[in-house]
């Protein structure tokens, strides 16, 4: 008989030094967050906006310059964003079709394009009709369209820039 060693020590070593580093990466996380450095939560900043809130969504695609989201609810003030593009200013509209089946009292949807230092915010909670937007107030080029989900659910959205 030969006694065989343990070949699983390398991945107990390698499994625990991963759990470490995960801990240090989330209490990093964590830490920046509580003091406010590096998470920007501000839905008018020309910067990313990270969100601290889930989303249960069913589908969100941007294909052929059209976003669709598809979200069934989300926490109170979750921005979801799609950067799209403006190629002529003075000639193109931002077209928003949105529809919020269940809107509880005090609950609104609102759509921000910021670009540089324009913001623009449109409630778009109830829309009977197709929003069409002018876009002339914005130069070419890179365009941040977000929407804020306050209390909101069941809504599917299409936007586009034409």
Known sequence: MVKQGTHHLKFIVAGTISMVLMLIC??????????????????A???RVWNMGTISMNSNT???GIWKLDFRSASDGFVKEQNMMIEDADTQMLYADI????????????????????????????????LIYPLNEFENGKI?????????ENT???????
Do not use: M
């Open 26 to 43: 989330l209490t990093g996380f964590i830490v920046s967050a509580a003091i406010g450095s590096g998470i920007n939560t501000n839905v």
């Open 45 to 47: 900043s020309n910067d």
């Open 62 to 64: 941007y294909w052929g």
């Open 99 to 130: 529809s919020c089946e269940t809107v509880p009292d005090g609950a609104t949807l609102i759509l921000w394009l910021v670009q540089d230092d324009v913001s623009k915010s449109i409630d778009v909670t109830n829309l009977s009709e197709t």
């Open 144 to 152: 941040h369209v977000r929407l804020q989900i306050n209390g909101v």
């Open 156 to 162: 599917v959205s299409e936007i586009k820039i034409q």
